[in-house]
Nanobody
Framework: QVQLVESGGGLAQAGGSLRLSCAASGGTFRLYSLGWFRQAPGKERDVVAAINRSGGRTYYADSVKGRFTISRDNAKNTMYLQMNSLKPEDAANYYC???????????????????WGQGTQVTVSS
């Protein structure tokens, strides 16, 4: 089974950028569809973006379209989330998730994912 470790969180100013990474180990990375989710205090965990196994198809929540970019490097067993034009409402704990699948689909519901990282905190100052 795959283990996931997020990094790259921290403090950014509104309008600034951060790049999150999700490093995977213990599994065949290219067989997993992946996603980024976030949870702010007192709120439910929501999908941010998702990507299929090959990286050719993506999904974005409406709130981040045009500002965030999800990508993956299967040679490095790593997924990324480039976050630009950050807003205070983007502040949350960000989680990466993985789903082993043979369909090479994009999955945007958290109940579809099998493996989760511990999260990385993103804070955005106004």
């Amino acid at each position: 089974q795959v283990q996931l470790v997020e990094s790259g969180g921290g403090l950014a100013q509104a309008g600034g950028s951060l790049r999150l990474s999700c490093a995977a180990s213990g599994g065949t990375f290219r067989l997993y569809s992946l996603g980024w989710f976030r949870q702010a205090p007192g709120k439910e965990r929501d999908v941010v973006a998702a990507i299929n196994r090959s990286g050719g198809r993506t999904y974005y929540a409406d709130s981040v379209k045009g500002r965030f970019t999800i990508s993956r490097d299967n040679a490095k067993n790593t997924m990324y989330l480039q976050m630009n034009s950050l807003k205070p409402e983007d502040a949350a704990n960000y989680y990466c998730a993985a789903k082993l699948n043979l369909l090479d689909s994009v999955y945007n519901r958290q109940d579809e994912y099998d493996y989760w990282g511990q999260g990385t905190q993103v804070t955005v100052s106004s």
